[in-house]
């Protein structure tokens, strides 16, 4: 298996990772056990912090040294105003950021297993993003662009995937999905397109079942791996 390290050094670019999906705010509950619908529960503990699959992806790469741009919109709010601070903080470039009314956000309950159950109001987020010509370049000099499966839920923002892929895949750049829960709800010619040009899957075991069709982990895999050279398969 290659080492991210060799994959990067294949194709000289200004940008190692580019990141296409959802900045919003987490706001995250402690209880012991979810309450029964119209019930009650304590909350032990609470926190707020700048979320977002894609956002937390970006951030996390510039921790370990790689060069990240994000791409998505924010709200113009307070609450974007945080969560670009909390992008620039993280060394990550913003400049392909565009806006919205309101920023988004995600409720996360969780149980004292450590299980999570998520309401989220996507905001800004969900509006498709504008082709721009900064938009264009970073596709042409990025190694790779990694794809929240978030964005193949809206048919415009889908849109505009295949066309930020189609210009990565021409200057000769690697692309990465992370499927999302919310794979399984994407249009099947849809995601038979987007799954035609992934070079590095990133899901977790149920929706690595659910791109394959099957509830077998074994075949899924299998069958997966037949067609997407690498696979980082996430079991948390």
Not at 43 to 69: E, K, W
Not at 99 to 111: E, L, M
Not at 155 to 176: C, D, N, S
Request: proline share 4%.
């Amino acid at each position: 298996m290659e080492k991210l390290s060799d994959i990067l050094g294949k194709r000289p670019a200004e940008t190692d990772v580019a990141v296409i999906g959802d900045a919003l705010i987490d706001y995250q509950y402690w209880v012991d056990e979810m309450p029964p619908v119209g019930g009650d529960t304590l909350i032990h503990a609470s926190n707020r912090s700048a979320g977002g699959s894609a956002a937390n992806t970006a951030v996390a790469l510039g921790a370990l040294g790689v060069s990240a741009a994000f791409i998505g919109r924010i709200g113009s709010d307070e609450n974007g105003d945080w969560i670009k601070s909390q992008l620039t903080s993280g060394g990550v470039d913003i400049s392909c950021v565009q806006y919205g009314a309101s920023s988004g956000y995600v409720i996360t309950i969780i149980n004292a297993t450590g299980e999570r159950t998520m309401f989220s109001y996507r905001g800004a987020s969900a509006i498709p993003m504008i082709a721009t010509p900064i938009l264009s370049r970073t596709m042409r000099r990025v190694r790779i662009m990694l794809l929240s499966g978030y964005c193949l839920l809206n048919a415009e923002q889908a849109e505009f995937a295949l066309t930020a892929i189609g210009e990565l895949k021409a200057a000769g750049g690697l692309f990465a999905l992370d499927p999302s829960p919310l794979i399984g709800q994407v249009e099947p010619v849809l995601c038979e397109k987007i799954l035609s040009s992934v070079d590095i899957l990133m899901p977790n075991r149920n929706e690595l079942m659910t791109l394959a069709q099957t509830d077998d982990f074994v075949q899924a895999l299998e069958k997966i791996h037949k067609r997407i050279p690498l696979i980082a398969l996430k079991l948390g």
